[in-house]
Nanobody, 123 residues
Framework: QVELVETGGGSVQAGGSLRLSCTASRYMYSVYCMGWFRQAPGKEREAVASIEDDGKTNYADSVKGRFTISQDNAKNTLYLQMNSLKPEDSAMYYC?????????????????WGQGTQVTVSS
């Protein structure tokens, strides 16, 4: 069993930045693919970014150029640096892990999920 814990959410004004962290209970990043998802009230959960076990990164079009996913294997931690935040980025953000590459936007393929951290961007 793997536990994922997200931190770093908060409230910021549009144009501001936040860095989300996701710490795993055990070393896993060379084996699993890690992703960030978000879900706003009344909307479906959507994929934001992922990092494959070979280091390849993927981003949703809506966050390309503004968000950066990275990982620190020594700390068992996944990060999401979010810059130039917009009100439409407001959501609960979740990190997740899955055992295989590819199809990174599909939530059902992820085996493990964190509890989420709230991001609120005001205009």
């Amino acid at each position: 069993q793997v536990e994922l814990v997200e931190t770093g959410g908060g409230s910021v004004q549009a144009g501001g930045s936040l860095r989300l962290s996701c710490t795993a209970s055990r070393y896993m990043y060379s084996v699993y693919c890690m992703g960030w998802f978000r879900q706003a009230p009344g909307k479906e959960r959507e994929a934001v970014a992922s990092i494959e076990d070979d280091g390849k990164t993927n981003y949703a079009d809506s966050v390309k150029g503004r968000f950066t996913i990275s990982q620190d294997n020594a700390k068992n931690t996944l990060y999401l640096q979010m810059n130039s935040l917009k009100p439409e980025d407001s959501a609960m953000y979740y990190c997740a892990a899955k055992p295989r590459r590819g199809l990174w936007t599909r939530p059902r393929l992820y085996d493990y999920w964190g509890q989420g951290t709230q991001v609120t961007v005001s205009s």
